[in-house]
């Protein structure tokens, strides 16, 4: 995918030159995608080629603009007399516009594009592929809104496109993700705005407004590698009753892996070595690295509710229960003394969510790991589904 030097607005309708931007849409698109991609969202991108290029798998396009918005604004105020700019959508609004710019990209429903009956690289759009891109629209927006919060910056809106790949035949966000495919507004104010809106909003295009609108990109450009990072640190500490637990602990370390979260493993007994246990404790309250402790341990639980009752660190209790005494062992984990709070799952990657979803109240790129899992999930089931029906026809 080759970047061009030239910006548009109106469908081409006003066309300019402007010297540089080709390497800075493709800067953006490639750290937009790299951020989609890593989060767990499937992409056309595979890799930044050039200062002007990457490389894309090839895919179909689908001729469908999909917009998700969360702040009203731009066309959608036109076509919507009467609501004023700034009203807020929630959950954010799904719009749909078929490309086509001699008719200045009329916007359809879904029945339009269902009844369109597309087909590419031998998939059929229907209800279920139509229901996958407006879900996954939501999801990349919210994606891309969370690791703009860090900035100070709100994402208004966004408009992207899928396209089917031509191997797996499967729908995947394509074409590109740069300045001209949102609203940003540093600080949530309008008229500090960093998009393509800034050209638009040209009365006369001029060299000295053209550098305006270019140090706009710039600044976009310049941070949207900062999405990639986060300041944000987190740990989880695995606490074993015993080493014969190790496996169930390595389940855990497992999945905190696919959060992007470190995890360490330790041995202790509340039980048997309870200063051992509170010292371990001290150790990492120490460091000011936030943690979640996960406690493993069977038989009588005294591991996680004593290390509940002495740290305010957030505690889980994830015990690796046995056949014959799984039944009796496990209320040692659910029935606590008053004043603790260290919840119960059975599943080592139970646990490991549990800490993601902690951490990723602070952690856009664990957030958006969790959030693209939600996603995925759904296009799993929605697609078996499809796929059951199709068997009973």
């Known amino acids: 995918m080759q970047s061009k030097d030239q910006i548009t607005a109106g469908n081409a309708a006003r066309k300019d030159r402007m010297e540089g931007k080709a390497a800075i849409s493709n800067t953006t698109t490639s750290c937009v995608f790299q951020l989609l991609q890593e989060a767990g969202i499937k992409t056309a991108f595979v890799r930044k080629q050039s200062d002007t290029a990457f490389i894309a798998a090839h895919c179909e396009m689908i001729p469908i603009e999909w917009v998700c918005r969360r702040i009203a604004t731009g066309s959608f105020l036109k076509r919507n007399p009467g609501v004023k700019e700034g009203y807020k959508f929630y959950p954010p609004k799904i719009e749909m516009f078929f490309k086509d710019d001699a008719n200045n990209d009329p916007q359809w429903s879904e029945e339009q594009i269902i009844e369109a009956k597309f087909c590419f690289a031998g998939l059929t759009i229907g209800q279920t592929e139509v229901d996958i891109m407006s879900r996954s629209t939501q999801a990349i927006f919210e994606?891309?809104?969370?690791?703009?919060?860090?900035?100070?910056?709100?994402?208004?809106?966004?408009?992207?496109?899928?396209?089917?790949?031509?191997?797996?035949?499967?729908?995947?966000?394509?074409?590109?993700?740069?300045?001209?495919?949102?609203?940003?507004?540093?600080?949530?104010?309008?008229?500090?705005?960093?998009?393509?809106?800034?050209?638009?909003?040209?009365?006369?295009?001029?060299?000295?407004?053209?550098?305006?609108?270019?140090?706009?990109?710039?600044?976009?450009?310049?941070?949207?590698?900062?999405?990639?990072?986060?300041?944000?640190?987190?740990?989880?500490?695995?606490?074993?009753?015993?080493?014969?637990?190790?496996?169930?602990?390595e389940k855990i370390k497992k999945a905190c892996a696919t959060f992007g979260i470190p995890c360490e493993l330790r041995v202790t007994s509340a039980h048997k070595g309870p200063d051992e246990t509170l010292r371990i404790k001290a150790e990492y309250e120490g460091d000011g690295i936030p943690t979640v402790f996960v406690a493993v341990a069977g038989r009588s639980n005294g591991l996680g509710p004593v290390m509940s009752g002495n740290t305010a660190y957030p505690v889980v209790n994830c015990p690796p229960l046995s056949a014959d005494w799984g039944t009796q062992d496990?209320?040692?984990?659910?029935?606590?003394?008053?004043?603790?709070?260290?919840?119960?799952?059975?599943?080592?990657?139970?646990?490991?969510?549990?800490?993601?979803?902690?951490?990723?109240l602070n952690n856009h790129l664990v957030w958006a790991k969790l959030r693209s899992n939600m996603l995925n999930t759904w296009i799993s089931l929605k697609q078996a589904d499809k796929k059951l029906r199709e068997c009973s026809l």
């Open 330 to 360: 496990v209320w040692s984990s659910l029935r606590l003394p008053s004043g603790l709070s260290c919840p119960t799952t059975l599943s080592p990657e139970g646990a490991a969510q549990f800490a993601a979803q902690i951490f990723g």
């Open 143 to 249: 994606i891309l809104e969370k690791a703009w919060q860090p900035q100070n910056c709100t994402l208004v809106d966004l408009k992207i496109e899928f396209g089917v790949n031509v191997l797996t035949k499967e729908i995947v966000l394509a074409d590109v993700i740069d300045n001209d495919s949102w609203r940003l507004w540093p600080a949530g104010d309008r008229s500090q705005q960093k998009d393509k809106q800034s050209y638009r909003d040209l009365k006369e295009v001029t060299p000295e407004a053209l550098q305006m609108v270019k140090r706009n990109f710039e600044w976009v450009s310049e941070r949207v590698e900062l999405l990639l990072k986060t300041k944000s640190q987190s740990r989880v500490v695995v606490l074993m009753g015993s080493s014969s637990d190790l496996s169930h602990c």
